[in-house]
């Protein structure tokens, strides 16, 4: 919900594609300097407290949003100052959540239980974004009431967090957080399955996901239609993820686990830059749904085999250097707004689902140049 009401809340302010990139590298700077040390987070303390301590900052972030909307008081540094909070917020908690899957069922269901988790958050995110835009759309509740709605919702997540076991952190030998995380990018430079993951996860995130961000911009300007449709288009995107996960769930521990990495890669781009000619807007509906499907698909395959390919004591800092691509994907918004006000948003789009393409293929003549075993979930 946030997610879609800060974009509207930008739009509002400025009716610039600039600022919705300029709020996205507010996120992204902060995830990336953040990202690292949750991944020092996850491996030294207890994940369930990193998770209960971010709930509660998100929390803080809605109810402050909503309460400056509410009372006329909204300007467009808070939202920076909110969008780089909840960047460094995901990049502590992000980390510890996926690495925690790990503890809870283990190495054999680790690929399903990755790809259900994300099957629940899909399945959320198919009525919040919906809730949001129609919350955003009555003029007696609008964007600031649905920034206290989402606070509502993380109250939620908090008391669940709480609930979570608390296992022992097994990093036995914590050192200086800087050594560890240099320890980690040595780990992973010296994997060169997870390294190759890592490297083709954040181009393909950086731009394909950047989809995302400029949304309503293209539902507004573009389409000319309001509030609502936006939300709903954001839904659509869940319903492909939903529709997607479980026969992702079903194969992602099984041998061709990598080769439904590389169709998810190619589906994710395709799909993108259909998006970018979608001559109306139910068209564009019914790609944004193919999207999510992708988009799904590769971020749970990708995420499990990085995890099944690496070791446990090191599975907070691989997680934290794959979640690094959404830092990327933050960093990315502004140049590809400054381009989209500079050649259009059609071709902005366009250029998006290119190098996600491009880059999913050189991932996959990569790993057929050098054969199985590493094209499975696991070796």
Same mark, same amino acid.
């Given at each position: ?11 509002? =302010?400025?009716?610039?594609? %600039? ?68 960047? $460094? ?82 990093? !036995? ?63 659509? !995107? ?22 439904? =990495? ?13 998006? %970018?000619? $979608? ?40 997680? !934290? ?59």
């Amino acid at each position: 919900m946030q997610f879609l009401l800060r974009g509207l809340l930008a739009w509002d =302010l400025t009716g610039r594609e %600039s600022a919705f990139g300029l709020v996205f590298l507010s996120f992204g700077l902060c995830m990336l300097i953040f990202t690292p040390l949750g991944g020092v987070a996850a491996d030294r303390f207890k994940k369930r407290r990193l998770l209960v301590l971010g709930q509660l900052v998100l929390m803080l972030v809605a109810v402050g949003m909503g309460a400056a909307v509410l009372t006329g008081h909204e300007q467009f540094w808070m939202l920076l100052v909110a969008s780089g909070s909840q960047g $460094a917020t995901f990049g502590f908690i992000g980390p510890a959540r996926v690495s925690m899957t790990y503890e809870l069922v283990g190495r054999e269901l680790l690929g399903n239980a990755i790809s259900l988790s994300i099957l629940s958050m899909s399945t959320t995110r198919i009525f919040a974004p919906a809730l949001a835009g129609l919350l955003a759309g009555v003029s007696a509740v609008g964007i600031g009431g649905g920034y206290l709605v989402s606070g509502v919702f993380s109250v939620t997540s908090l008391v669940l967090a709480l609930r979570l076991p608390d296992f022992e952190p097994r990093n !036995s030998t914590p050192k200086n957080p800087f050594r560890e995380i240099a320890d980690g990018v040595r780990y992973v430079a010296g994997n060169r399955r997870v390294k190759r993951l890592v490297i083709s996860s954040t181009a393909i995130i950086m731009f394909g996901f950047n989809y995302i961000t400029f949304l309503t911009p293209m539902v507004k300007e573009v389409f000319e239609r309001g509030n609502g449709s936006v939300g709903f288009m954001s839904t659509a !995107s869940s319903v492909g993820a939903v529709l997607i996960s479980i026969p992702v769930a079903k194969r992602a521990d099984s041998a061709k686990a990598g080769h439904l =990495l590389i169709a998810s890669g190619v589906g994710f781009g395709v799909t993108v830059m259909a998006l %970018s000619v $979608a001559p109306s807007y139910w068209w564009a509906v019914g790609v944004v749904v193919m999207i999510g499907g992708s988009t799904t698909g590769y971020q749970a395959l990708s995420n499990s085999m990085a995890m099944a390919s690496s070791s446990s004591d090191q599975h907070g800092r691989v997680q !934290s250097l794959m979640q690094l691509s959404f830092a990327g994907f933050g960093i990315a918004a502004l140049p590809l707004g400054a381009l989209a006000e500079w050649i259009g948003l059609r071709q902005s789009i366009a250029v998006m689902g290119a190098v996600t393409l491009l880059a999913t293929l050189a991932y996959a003549w990569v790993m057929s140049d050098s054969r199985a075993p590493e094209m499975g979930a696991s070796s």
